[in-house]
């Protein structure tokens, strides 16, 4: 049995006709016993439509960067808020005032506010030319129990520090028994950089410099990495 795990977001999905032949080989690849895991960055509401829109099939999927874990019946297997946080001072070391648009997640909630309780993540696009990566340090100094990720050039997000896609991955795997050896993970950005490190990871095309330095190798699509697992007769 293998496993893989794949992003969403220009990965996965990168054009409606790539995620159509995606959906087929994933369909193939699952029917030989094996098990497909989306982990993307979506809250749950924005992930359930596009599952809807394409009719995507998985049998476990890694919501807002891991820290809400369900399973294809919608039931939640895990699920980390954000903890230790006096969530109106983080709102105002934000600057949200600066911001084009924020929300935040909690476990199956996509559109809450910052005194909404147990929240998972946090989302804030911010107005041109604001500094950016002035505030992350900020908040990366003063919070050092979540991780914040750049997910844009003007918007970043925030979850637990306890949890990342790759640690995510670990708790499932471990539930199901399945050796490290035999994860595969495909990403293209920040978010999926420790689960392309600690797993059989192989990077999009065009992805973060940082992505392909880690990775096994590139692909073009989740199609071409599962031929590629097929014809080395990993199944």
Known sequence: MKVLVSDYDKTFYTSDKDIKKNIKTVEKFVK???????????????FKKKVD????????????????????????????????????????????SKSLEYFCCSKLESRVDFNHENLTKIAIRYLPLVNISKIKEKIDKKYPH?????????????????????????????????????????????????MIK???????????????DVAHGEVRSVTELIERIISKNYL
Do not use: C, W
Request: aromatic share 12%.
């Open 198 to 212: 600690d797993f059989n990871g192989y990077a999009m095309k065009k992805s973060v410099k940082e992505l392909i």
């Open 53 to 96: 829109a394409y009719q995507i099939k998985y049998d476990y999927v890694l919501l807002n960067h891991g820290a809400t874990i369900l399973d294809k019946f919608d039931n939640v297997l895990y699920d980390f808020p954000i903890e230790n946080t006096n969530m109106q001072e983080l709102r105002q070391d934000l600057e949200i």
């Open 146 to 194: 979540v991780n914040t990720y750049l997910v844009s050039s003007n918007m970043y997000e925030i979850i637990s520090k306890k949890i990342d896609k790759s640690k995510a991955i670990k708790l499932l795997i471990h539930d199901l028994n399945i050796n490290k050896n035999d994860v595969f993970t495909i990403g293209d950005s920040y978010t999926d950089l420790n």
């Open 32 to 46: 030989y016993g094996n098990i497909f895991i989306i982990a993307t960055g979506r809250s749950y509401m924005d």
